[in-house]
């Protein structure tokens, strides 16, 4: 049994920023912390005041963490960013929002020394004394301070204060991790109730010392709370001054309690019992479902089903089951899948967790030439922008037609080599998406025959694979990871008018679609042919027997894709003693299920670095140790179990935390894994964070194994997918409860047909009883709170 805690976070947009540059404008973009941890980027939007990102991310984090922060900033080429202004959101705030926090909200000020970070660790003691008792408080350490001088560390000592007297620990130099064990002692009288004052300085020796953070408390609360417990630093909510613009977010915490397997097991064999009979089951519990959810969660409902039935080998049988309940509802063929259905949201859910890396072998080189060419497009007339040509001293003004043509020949170039590269693609894609697809195309000849239908099989396939994968992936690739950052208003437009003209070939250029914009004429030759190589396309993919699909799919299996890839430098020691140097050297690394593997090239031949068993925690760098906050550690063994670490740098943040969190998601389950580590290294004759002079002892800050970033190609966890639907099924309950009176009163009335077997709401009451039975599992495991961890969160007075 485990509690899961993760944040569902969408960043909007912002509007109202103040302008950075000279040019009277901005470059924004957002860091998110967590616990003043970076963990997301998102890209940069540049020259505008009112960005737009559109991102989404999840996390899943420890339930300790206390509160997320979003900062904006402006991108400058030549120095330092800066900050426009914060949003920080605490734990207890997001808790108080169960549907999750959205809406504008409006930046503040982010002041230094309000930006304090890290924990500090206190021993308090009461002493009998010949006259009155004393209060001894043990100073031992602490731990991730925030890094105030220029060598990204500090110079902190302590400052205690009580009844009016003030002792000092001292100086540790150079330290985001000191440690002091030092005592001080005041006299207590019984009943008192002055304020313990417990603040943490950076020295400096020519400027003011920077305050690190502060805690106050009464020693009689402290001592019946916890007589030795490690402080957490905070500082007074920030206060805005003067209009720093606003952000539109959306952030959702989420707490889940994940029972044991087998507590799920009922809920899972009734659903997959149900998906196995298909429309000759008696209760049809999976179209009761789709009835009982709402539109603003089908979508999480939708992914969460797609993935419990995806670990059970049942996606195909599930995704069919939902086609034929909405095949049976429908009429009208031009409104065929074109709703937000359960059937259409766990196809788009089940296209993405089956087939992204798909996507990015047939998208991504069109779309990098999208990036690289930059070419100005415009089909629509009353759009185009009449530019300057020729060369330099013989401008002349380029016209309309001009315009319209090469806009058109640039598009129709792009247009003709996607379909090229989807016609090419049919044994590149995954067997299951492969037999979904062929499963949708009959039971959609099926129900609609006769020669007047004869492209609604194709375009059912068309709906899903052009409309709601390709075309969306084509104008915002930096959602579907095809790109680093947003395309520029030059691009964007090109991608937009690229993909339209998908959408257009996946409608197969039925009229209605050619009405829309008759300015996109010049491309209807390509389109025309497009639609040909189309049917062709969708005619072999859905060409494969159910041995065709097992032998694709043993095939794939056996060339298995990494878990994640792509260049890093590792860092090289060379020489010993005082002529020791160090670097670091460019490599193409390769993650998988066995082992970190790395090659000269991504063709070259591998060599394994570290086998996955071997390692024992993936953490972050401090700056300081190497002179930039990109580099992180694999912590591992070797083969005759000596500890060892490997230093890896990364070109940005987001590009750190997906390796970080794609490392530690596939040795979650290892044997061994640290508590603790040290976030520096061993220079000399002592670690670089906290002067600890012995080399294995116990590292001076926690690790951090369960923050993972949500992916498509996570692993997935079937216990986590059935705790989800359990607490949907719970919220519905009340409903299904209602469906059931109805159908015992028709039953009863003899107005519901008989089923062969059982009763049409036998499968329901079935239901109905393994919920109470999860919520009765739920209730004798102990009790839901926060892990032990003994963190107090006590207000910081700056």
Known sequence: MAKRSSLYIRIVEGKNLPAKDITGSSDPYCIVKVDNEPILRTATVWKTLCPFWGEEYQVHLPPTFHAVAFYVMDEDALSRDDVIGKVCLTRDTLASHPKGFSGWTHLTEVDPDEEVQGEIHLRLEVRPGARACRLRCSVLEARDLAPKDRNGASDPFVRVRYKGRTQETSIVKKSCYPRWNETFEFELEEGATEVLCVETWDWDLVSRNDFLGKVSTTPHHFLQAAPTVLQHLRSQAAHSRGNLGS????????????????????????????????????????????????????????????????????????????????????????????????????????????????????????????????????????????????????????????????????????????????????????????????????????????????????????????????????????????????????????????????????????????????????????????????????????????????????????????????????????????????????????????????????????????????????????????????????????????????????????????????????????????????PGIFRGDKWSCCHQKEKTGQGCDKTRSRVTLQEWNDPLDHDLEAQLIYRHLLGVEAMLWERHRELSRGAEAGTVPASPGEAPKDSLAQLLRVLQDLREAHSSSPAGSLPSEPNCLLELQT
């Open 247 to 678: 952000l539109q977010l959306e952030v959702r915490l989420r707490d889940e309690m994940v029972l044991p397997s087998s507590c799920y097991q009922p809920l899972v064999q009734l659903l997959c019992h149900e998906v196995k009979l298909g429309m000759q089951g008696p209760g049809q519990l999976i179209s009761l479902i789709e009835e009982t959810t709402s539109t603003e969660c089908r979508q999480d409902v939708a992914t969460n089903l797609l993935k419990l039935f995806l670990g059970q080998g049942l996606a195909k049988d599930f995704l069919d089951l939902l086609f034929q309940l909405e095949l049976s509802r429908t009429s009208e063929t031009n409104t065929l899948f074109r709703s937000n259905s359960l059937a259409s949201k766990s196809m788009e859910s089940f296209l993405k967790v089956a087939g992204m890396q798909y996507l990015h072998g047939v998208l991504g080189p069109i779309i990098n030439k999208v990036f690289e060419e930059k070419k100005y497009v415009e089909l629509d007339p009353s759009k185009v922008e009449v530019k300057d040509v020729g060369c330099s001293g013989l401008h002349r003004p380029q016209t309309e037609a001009e315009v319209l043509e090469q806009s058109a020949q640039t598009l129709r170039a792009h247009l003709g080599a996607l379909l090229s590269a989807l016609s090419r693609s049919v044994r590149a894609c995954p067997a299951v998406v492969r037999a979904t697809f062929r499963q949708l195309f009959r039971r959609v000849r099926e129900r609609f025959p006769g020669a007047q239908h004869e492209n609604v099989p194709f375009i059912a396939v068309t709906s899903f694979l052009c409309l709601r994968f390709f075309s969306p992936a084509i104008m915002s690739p930096k959602l579907f990871h095809l790109r680093e950052r947003h395309a520029d208003a030059r691009t964007s437009r090109t991608l937009l008018l690229l993909a339209k003209a998908v959408q257009n070939v996946g409608n197969m250029d039925t009229p209605a679609s050619r009405a829309k914009e008759a300015w996109m004429e010049p491309l209807q030759p390509t389109v025309r042919q497009g639609v040909a190589q189309l049917k062709d396309f969708i005619t072999k993919l859905v060409d494969i027997e159910e041995k065709d699909e097992l032998d694709l799919q043993r095939t794939l299996s056996l060339q298995a894709p990494p878990v994640k890839e792509g260049p890093l430098f590792i860092h090289r020691t060379k020489g010993k003693g005082p002529l020791m140097s160090s670097s670091f050297k460019k490599l193409y690394f390769f993650l998988t299920t066995e082992a970190l593997s790395f090659a000269k090239t991504p063709s070259s031949k591998k060599s394994a670095l570290i086998k996955l068993a071997n390692i024992r925690a993936a953490e972050k760098v401090e700056e300081k140790s190497f002179g930039s906050s990109h580099v992180m550690q694999v912590i591992y063994t070797d083969d005759v179990g000596r500890p060892q670490t490997a230093y890896l740098q990364c070109k940005c943040v987001n590009e750190l935390n997906q390796w970080l969190s794609a490392l530690r998601k596939v040795s979650i389950n290892n044997t061994g894994l640290l508590g603790s580590y040290h």
